[in-house]
T-cell receptor, first 115, second 114 residues
Framework: AQSVSQHNHHVILSEAASLELGCNYS??????LFWYVQYPGQHLQLLLK??????LVKGIKGFEAEFIKSKFSFNLRKPSVQWSDTAEYFC?????????????FGTGTRLTIIP | GAVVSQHPSRVICKSGTSVKIECRSL??????MFWYRQFPKQSLMLMAT?????????EQGVEKDKFLINHASLTLSTLTVTSAHPEDSSFYIC??????????FGEGSRLTVL
């Protein structure tokens, strides 16, 4: 079975700081990878996704993520965070063998940006 | 992407009663919808896959008689928590798979059982 680990439970940064949130998964086959964001009081939204091709994926709001297959990682990055980036971030993985829709989520990382 | 709406957003009920949560795909015909459950400070756990016109597929450990799912049309799936107990208190979220493989989520429904 696939699993996803997000080791940072709560990250606190000042505005303009650089961000990297870790995501590791365990599954030996081909995977699709996602980062979702949940702003306070709102529903989950897709930030970016990786299916194939260039392992460096760019998403909305200046976020990007890099798929490193050898490390089973898909870390999320942003060079300069803003107060509005305060939210909960979820990494998710599915194995194409089981179909595209069945996602396994990490436990989430709460990001707090201090003005 | 698909727009997904859930109702109610919050519900409080007494122990032993049943609660129905609706999930509507407003602009997308969804043959498949997914129901997740999220405990405080924990991840989303897939409960079941709702299939239009057929029985839902439940994940291991999820009681199908407890969590009744009905997907009667391409735009509506309902989750009924039967004989709810305090341990059923949680955040229930539905989602629809888009053409690109990503999921689009509803706003979630917070259930509190007293």
């Amino acid at each position: 079975a696939q699993s996803v680990s997000q080791h940072n439970h709560h990250v606190i940064l000042s505005e303009a700081a650089s961000l990297e949130l870790g995501c590791n998964y365990s599954y030996g086959g081909t995977v699709n990878l996602f980062w979702y964001v949940q702003y306070p009081g709102q529903h989950l939204q897709l930030l970016l996704k990786y299916f194939s091709g260039d392992p460096l994926v760019k998403g909305i709001k200046g976020f990007e993520a890099e798929f490193i297959k050898s490390k089973f990682s898909f870390n999320l990055r942003k060079p300069s965070v803003q107060w509005s980036d305060t939210a909960e971030y979820f990494c998710a993985v599915n194995a194409r063998l089981f179909g595209n829709e069945k996602l396994t989520f990490g436990t989430g990382t709460r990001l707090t940006i201090i003005p | 992407g698909a727009v997904v709406s859930q109702h109610p957003s919050r519900v409080i009920c007494k122990s032993g009663t049943s609660v129905k949560i609706e999930c509507r795909s407003l602009d997308f015909q969804a043959t498949t919808m997914f129901w997740y459950r999220q405990f405080p400070k924990q991840s989303l756990m897939l409960m079941a896959t709702s299939n239009e016109g057929s029985k839902a597929t439940y994940e291991q450990g999820v009681e199908k008689d407890k969590f009744l799912i009905n997907h009667a049309s391409l735009t509506l799936s309902t989750l009924t928590v039967t004989s709810a107990h305090p341990e059923d208190s949680s955040f229930y979220i539905c989602s629809v798979a888009g053409a690109g493989g990503e999921l689009f989520f509803g706003e979630g429904s917070r259930l509190t059982v007293l």
